[in-house]
């Protein structure tokens, strides 16, 4: 079965900084997805980045962008210039051949003004 | 269309009620899932639909929990007998479910608290 696991269950960045979420996850799949959920304080949860295993080059969104190592199973958010409406919870998530999303526990990102 | 829409937004109950949630996808996804959130962990799956087929469940998809999609475009999730560990944010989202496209919009969840 799949894992996610991200270790850093809070963080605090101050305002235009920036800021790496880490997560690991465990699969003996070759072809997957991952994700990078992001979910404000009783808000609904919107995707922030992908990527396909299949990809090399590390997806980008703006001030978003991943640090994707397929052989240390490792895929890291990078977000630059924090903004305040950065602050939520940020979820890492995996998706093999099931329809189903597996996610971590998440981390608490609080940008600081 | 604004999205996943789920209703009711909250639910409180007493233990040993029944329940039902409700959840409209956006309307041209034919995949329709159910998560549950738990306080400080991630959403953890419940179950999926492809249009009306149920095609996957959760061993956490105990038998006094059962999902519906008649028409394939809304869905109901009904919790029978309900205990104090049911209560969580009961979480929709769909996707066009193409092999490209992977993307699952959520909608804001139900909350349910269960007395």
């Known amino acids: 079965a799949q894992t996610v696991t991200q270790s850093q269950p809070e963080m605090s960045v101050q305002e235009a900084e920036t800021v790496t979420l880490s997560c690991t996850y465990d699969t003996s799949e070759n072809n997957y997805y991952l994700f990078w959920y992001k979910q404000p304080p009783s808000r609904q949860m919107i995707l922030v980045i992908r990527?396909?295993?299949?990809?090399?080059q590390n997806a980008t969104e703006n001030r978003f962008s991943v640090n994707f190592q397929k052989a240390a199973k490792s895929f890291s958010l990078k977000i630059s210039d924090s903004q305040l409406g950065d602050t939520a919870m940020y979820f890492c998530?995996?998706?093999?051949?099931?329809?189903?999303?597996?996610f971590g526990k998440g981390t608490k990102l609080t940008v600081n003004p | 269309d604004t999205g996943v829409s789920q209703d009711p937004r909250h639910k409180i109950t007493k233990r040993g009620q029944n329940v039902t949630f409700r959840c409209d996808p956006i309307s041209e996804h034919n995949r329709l899932y159910w998560y549950r959130q738990t306080l400080g962990q991630g959403p953890e799956f419940l179950t999926y639909?492809?249009?009306?087929?149920?095609?996957?469940k959760s061993r956490l998809l105990s038998d006094r929990f059962s999902a519906e999609r008649p028409k394939g475009s809304f869905s109901t999730l009904e919790i029978q007998r309900t205990e104090q560990g049911d209560s969580a944010m009961y979480l929709c989202?769909?996707?066009?479910?193409?092999?490209?496209?992977?993307?699952?919009?959520f909608g804001q969840g139900t909350r349910l608290t269960v007395v």
């Open positions: 998530a995996f998706k093999g051949g099931s329809e189903k999303l597996v």
């Open positions: 990527q396909e295993a299949y990809k090399q």
């Open positions: 639909f492809q249009n009306e087929a149920q095609l996957e």
């Open positions: 989202a769909s996707s066009l479910g193409s092999s490209e496209d992977t993307e699952a919009f």
